[in-house]
T-cell receptor, first 110, second 116 residues
């Protein structure tokens, strides 16, 4: 009920391509779905977040798509750049804590 | 300081020793979270403080782990009788309110703990 699944574990994308990371959750009570970006040696930083009352949210090159009925949400990075190479964590909020997925290591190659 | 600070940045200790990790949240932030990140793993929630309410300790992995938050500000995570499996990066985060209500969590740089 509390688990957040994330795939793929690692992803290699060419510069200019689209990076897609998928997450799934089980608990329908979750009402907050953030994505975090983490560079090596740094703490995670909030990238973008969505609530279940919207199906899509876009900020610059980053878009979250949300499918409430399927209990899935995904992050799309358009025009991926080498500077986007990092680990990405999806998360879901329930009561007073956010549960993180295991992370996706993204490498954008020139 | 402008961000969340943690100390020490690195800690090496011997198995069986106790360690204390400190977190200074952003001033005015009422919510404080502790997470653990093991090598190659995702973030694991440990404990959460919100204002003066009793903390949610449901994520603490064992009774060797404890945390307190004094005066609603600085927090200390204590690990007693450390074990090698405790080796990880311990991250602290704070937010103005509940992250679930849209408040951004700001993470500190973490404390890298190595138990020999």
């Amino acid at each position: 009920q509390q688990q957040v699944k994330q795939s793929p574990q690692s992803l290699i994308v060419q510069k200019g391509g689209i990076s897609i990371i998928n997450c799934a959750y089980e608990n329908t009570a979750f009402d907050y779905f953030p994505w975090y970006q983490q560079f090596p040696g740094k703490g995670p930083a909030l990238l973008i977040a969505i609530r279940p009352d919207v199906s899509e949210k876009k900020e610059g090159r980053f878009t979250i798509s949300f499918n409430k009925s399927a209990k899935q949400f995904s992050l799309h990075i358009m025009d991926s750049q080498p500077g986007d190479s990092a680990t990405y964590f999806c998360a879901a909020g329930f009561y007073d804590k956010v549960i993180f997925g295991p992370g996706t290591s993204l490498s954008v190659i020139p | 300081g402008a961000g969340v600070s943690q100390s020490p940045s690195n800690k090496v200790t011997e198995k069986g020793k106790d360690v204390e990790l400190r977190c200074d949240p952003i001033s005015g932030h009422t919510a404080l979270y502790w997470y653990r990140q093991s090598l190659g793993q995702g973030l694991e929630f440990l404990i959460y403080f919100q204002g003066n309410s009793a903390p949610d300790k449901s994520g603490l992995p064992s009774d060797r782990f404890s945390a307190e938050r004094t005066g609603g500000s600085v927090s200390t995570l204590t690990i007693q009788r450390t074990q090698q499996e405790d080796s990880a990066v311990y991250l602290c985060a704070s937010s103005r309110g509940l992250a679930q209500h849209g408040e951004t969590q700001y993470f500190g740089p973490g404390t890298r703990l190595l138990v020999l």
